[in-house]
């Protein structure tokens, strides 16, 4: 896959009141993560899928959907967010917002409505690449652009064929899952000790990111080290409860665990809290002894590396990914440009314990961060 980098020189993070400035019809944002590091974050209240939407903006605008995954998925969650806030940059563009609650059904559902509603242009971060791909053909098949992000989606996952080529019709506005993966696995080949047993959490099946990264650890990690056990593999659909929970279980096995490699932060957490009170897990110091990687860099993670629990990440950086939706989406909207030629990645860079300082500070500025550290209510 061909990858137009661009690097995000600085992080952006404006907190969304509400989207009343460019029309939206969305409830006010809830705080970007729990206090727990296992909890999920919210979403802010999602448009009801089934509500009457008009067939043209009353003001005139465009009408734009912007579809994530799920409202309890705390990366899901932080570009919503970015979402809402960059909408409102934009006095033209009404953004309604909907919640898939991690429901392939119910966010195809909303991809078929959006059809009805004849939508100007639909923005949708999918679960199952594989799933949703169809219901994203009718709504390229009724004329309506798409642009597809976090994850992107390829025409393979419509048709079944070996094409990593982007769904045709639609754009994309993602990150490379295997370069995100990569930045900790170059890292933890020579971290990780010899004979290791590890343990793997996944996001969804057949997701695009998860997939991915997974790839990134077996091409820059596994593939190397032979001598590594996987212990124990499954998904945890992104969810910290969920891996919390099987964590809870494989360390039950009596086999202590090395190193926890996770798709996302979100995950990573959820694993970390199952075994904060376990003595087989910390020194009489509290220092861990054991290792955790992640993906996403949020707020969550990052004060997770700062604790010294999450031992490093990859920044997938929301407000960049919401910067380039919106602004491809008015692009597109305008005749300025076609949607297909829409493709746009953002890079990985690593936050380890050296660098962490500077993505706390851009936290703590967007109010994400509290004063005292902790993560905002």
């Known amino acids: 896959m061909k990858l137009k980098k661009v690097t995000a020189l600085a992080l952006t993070f404006v907190m969304a009141l509400s989207v009343a400035a460019c029309g939206g019809k969305t409830e006010e944002p809830a705080a970007p993560a729990d206090t727990a590091p296992a909890a999920d974050a919210e979403a802010p209240a999602d448009t009801d899928a089934d509500a009457e939407a008009p067939a043209t903006d009353a003001s005139g605008n465009y009408r ?15 570009l919503t967010r ?29 991809l078929e409505d959006c059809v009805t509603k004849e939508y100007d242009l639909v923005i949708v971060q999918v679960n199952n690449n594989a799933a949703s791909a169809p219901y994203i053909k009718q709504v390229v098949d009724a004329g309506i652009p798409v ?77 190397k080290r032979p001598d590594v056990k996987i212990l124990y593999e499954d998904f945890a659909n992104w969810n910290s409860d969920e891996a919390l929970n099987l964590m809870s279980t494989w360390i039950q096995g009596g086999t202590k665990i ?36 992640g993906v996403d860099g949020n707020a ?9 629990v999450l031992t490093r990440t990859a920044l997938q950086d929301a407000s960049l990914l919401a910067e380039q939706c919106m602004a491809n989406a008015e692009s597109v909207l305008h005749g300025e440009k076609a949607v297909t030629d829409v493709e746009f990645y953002v890079e990985a860079p690593e936050i380890n314990a050296d660098t962490v300082q500077q993505y706390i500070d851009m936290y703590t500025e967007a109010g994400e961060i509290s004063a005292d550290g902790s993560l905002a209510e």
């Open 258 to 293: 090395d190193a926890i490699i996770s798709m996302n932060d979100n995950m990573a957490a959820g694993a970390i809290e199952a075994i904060r009170n376990n003595s087989d897990y910390f020194d009489a110091d509290g220092k861990p002894t054991f290792l955790a990687y």
């Open 64 to 78: 734009v959907a912007f579809i994530a995954r799920a409202s309890a998925d705390t990366f899901a969650a932080w």
């Open 300 to 308: 969550q993670g990052c004060l997770l590396v700062k604790e010294g």
């Open 147 to 223: 642009i597809t992000t976090n994850p992107a989606v390829h025409q393979g996952d419509l048709d079944g064929a070996d094409d990593d080529s982007i769904l045709a019709g639609t754009g994309t506005v993602d990150a490379d899952p295997i370069e995100q993966a990569a930045v900790s696995a170059k890292i933890a080949v020579e971290e990780i000790p010899e004979n290791a047993n590890v343990v793997v959490l996944m996001g969804p099946s057949n997701n695009f990111h998860s997939d991915g990264r997974r790839e990134g650890w077996e091409q820059e990690f596994f593939s």
């Open 82 to 110: 970015e979402m809402l806030s960059e909408a409102e940059k934009y006095s033209d563009i009404t953004l309604d917002y909907f919640s898939g609650d991690a429901d392939d059904n119910k966010l195809n559902g909303i």
